[in-house]
C-alpha cells in the first residue's frame, strides 16, 4: 500500500497548505536529530526523514495530485514525466522512474532559512523567507507570519516573532540507593499540544530518565520541547530536577557518606566491630582498633558516593561514634577501673 504521507504528517486529506506547514513545522521542530541526541537520534532521523518527505510530496501540487490518485505507484511513475497526471504504471517502463527525495535537512533548512534553528537558547535562527511571498517553498508571507520561529535578527522586519516560554521545572524525588547505583525512572506525562486544525488537544507520553550513579540533588534533566504547546509559542522545556529524599542510616555530604553509631564506654576503650549495610546491598564489616575521643571519626575511603564524571572514583564513608557512659558505677567497680587505667586508688 505504500506510505500514507497524510497520517505521518498527521493531518487529513483536505489539509490546506497552511495546515501542512503548520503540521510540518510541529513535527519537524521535534523530531529533528539535534533535539533527540542519544539513544532516540536513529528513531528521529528516520522520523525526520519520513516527514520531509511527506511535506515535499504534499506541499507540491502536481506531486499530492499524482499521488492522490494513484498512491505511491502512481507518484514514482510521473516524478521523471512533468506532466503531474498520467500515473500510468505500465507505459513505457515509467514504474521505474522512481521519486527521489531531497535531503530532509535541505528541506528543512529551506522551510526555516537555517539547518541549525536550536541554538542561541533553542530558540529558531532568522528566516531566509521573511520577506517572500507565500507562494515561495517553505516560506512565510502575510497572516502567516506569526508561525515564524522566535527570531533574534528580525527587529525592524515588522514579523511577528512566535517565542519560547519559560522551561517547567518539576522535582524528582530520588532515594541514596538510585542516586547511589543509578536508576532508570519512567515518568508518564500529559500535556497540552497545538493540533494541525490549530485547536489545542492533549497527548500523553512516557518519558525515560536516566539517573547517572553520583548525581547529586540540584541535577536538572532537560527534555526540549515537552512543556505544554501554546497557539502563535514555541513548546517549553521540561526540565526535572534531582530531589533526594532523607535515608534512615545514611547522610550524604558532598561525595562522602555519613553514619552516626553508638556504642558503649568500654568499646569505645577495648576496640569493637561496626557492621554496616551498605547502599548496594553489600555487609560491611569494620574493625574499630583505635580509642574513641572525644570527636573522633572513623574514616573508611572509597566507600562513598560514586564521583561523577569520574569513572570507579568514591568519596569516603564517614563514622561518628556516641559513646554511651554509665549512669553509676559501685566502690568495686570505680577502684577496678583506676587500676587498670593507672590511676592512684581515691583515699576515702
Given amino acids: 500500500m505504500g506510505t500514507d504521507y497524510y497520517n505521518v504528517?498527521?493531518?487529513?486529506?483536505?489539509?490546506?497548505?497552511?495546515?501542512?506547514?503548520?503540521?510540518?513545522?510541529?513535527?519537524?521542530?521535534?523530531?529533528?536529530?539535534?533535539?533527540?541526541?542519544?539513544?532516540?537520534?536513529?528513531?528521529?532521523?528516520?522520523?525526520?526523514?519520513?516527514?520531509?518527505?511527506?511535506?515535499?510530496?504534499?506541499?507540491?501540487?502536481?506531486k499530492r495530485a499524482a499521488y492522490d490518485q494513484y498512491g505511491e505507484e502512481g507518484l514514482k511513475a510521473s516524478a521523471d514525466g512533468g506532466g503531474g497526471g498520467g500515473g500510468s504504471t505500465s507505459t513505457n517502463g515509467a514504474a521505474n522512474q522512481r521519486f527521489n527525495p531531497r535531503n530532509a535537512e535541505d528541506v528543512f533548512a529551506e522551510f526555516f532559512g537555517s539547518n541549525k534553528p536550536f541554538e542561541n537558547m533553542g530558540r529558531a535562527k532568522s528566516m531566509r523567507f521573511q520577506t517572500e511571498g507565500a507562494g515561495t517553498f517553505g516560506g512565510f508571507g502575510g497572516n502567516e507570519s506569526k508561525f515564524r520561529p522566535y527570531n533574534n535578527d528580525s527587529a525592524g522586519t515588522g514579523s511577528s516573532q512566535a517565542r519560547k516560554p519559560p522551561p517547567v521545572e518539576t522535582k524528582l524525588p530520588c532515594t541514596l540507593e538510585e542516586l547511589y547505583a543509578g536508576s532508570a525512572r519512567k515518568m508518564k506525562i500529559s500535556r497540552n499540544v497545538v493540533k494541525p486544525n490549530g485547536q489545542l488537544g492533549t497527548e500523553s507520553e512516557i518519558l525515560t530518565i536516566d539517573i547517572k550513579p553520583g548525581w547529586k540533588k540540584g541535577t536538572k534533566i532537560t527534555f526540549p520541547d515537552k512543556g505544554n504547546e501554546q497557539p502563535n509559542q514555541l513548546p517549553a522545556d521540561l526540565v526535572f530536577v534531582i530531589d533526594e529524599k532523607p535515608h534512615d542510616l545514611y547522610t550524604r555530604e558532598?561525595?562522602?557518606?555519613?553514619?552516626?553509631?553508638?556504642?558503649?564506654?568500654?568499646?569505645?576503650?577495648?576496640?569493637?566491630?561496626?557492621?554496616?549495610?551498605?547502599?548496594?546491598?553489600?555487609?560491611?564489616?569494620?574493625?574499630?582498633?583505635?580509642?574513641?575521643?572525644?570527636?573522633?571519626?572513623?574514616?573508611?575511603?572509597?566507600?562513598?558516593?560514586?564521583?561523577?564524571?569520574?569513572?570507579?572514583?568514591?568519596?569516603?564513608?564517614?563514622?561518628?561514634?556516641?559513646?554511651?557512659?554509665?549512669?553509676?558505677?559501685?566502690?568495686?567497680?570505680?577502684?577496678?577501673?583506676?587500676?587498670?587505667?593507672?590511676?592512684?586508688?581515691?583515699q576515702q
Fill in 9 to 62: 504528517l498527521k493531518v487529513n486529506r483536505n489539509a490546506t497548505e497552511e495546515d501542512l506547514k503548520k503540521s510540518y513545522r510541529r513535527l519537524a521542530m521535534r523530531w529533528h536529530p539535534d533535539k533527540n541526541p542519544g539513544d532516540v537520534k536513529k528513531e528521529a532521523e528516520a522520523k525526520f526523514k519520513k516527514i520531509s518527505e511527506a511535506y515535499e510530496v504534499l506541499s507540491d501540487p502536481q
Fill in 254 to 346: 558532598g561525595n562522602d557518606l555519613l553514619v552516626h553509631r553508638k556504642i558503649d564506654l568500654v568499646d569505645a576503650l577495648a576496640g569493637t566491630t561496626v557492621s554496616l549495610k551498605t547502599l548496594d546491598g553489600r555487609d560491611l564489616v569494620i574493625r574499630l582498633t583505635d580509642v574513641v575521643t572525644p570527636g573522633y571519626e572513623l574514616v573508611v575511603a572509597k566507600e562513598g558516593m560514586p564521583i561523577v564524571k569520574e569513572n570507579g572514583r568514591r568519596g569516603n564513608l564517614r563514622i561518628k561514634f556516641d559513646v554511651g557512659f554509665p549512669k553509676r558505677l559501685s566502690s568495686e567497680q570505680r577502684h577496678t577501673i583506676r587500676k587498670v587505667l593507672g590511676g592512684q586508688p581515691q
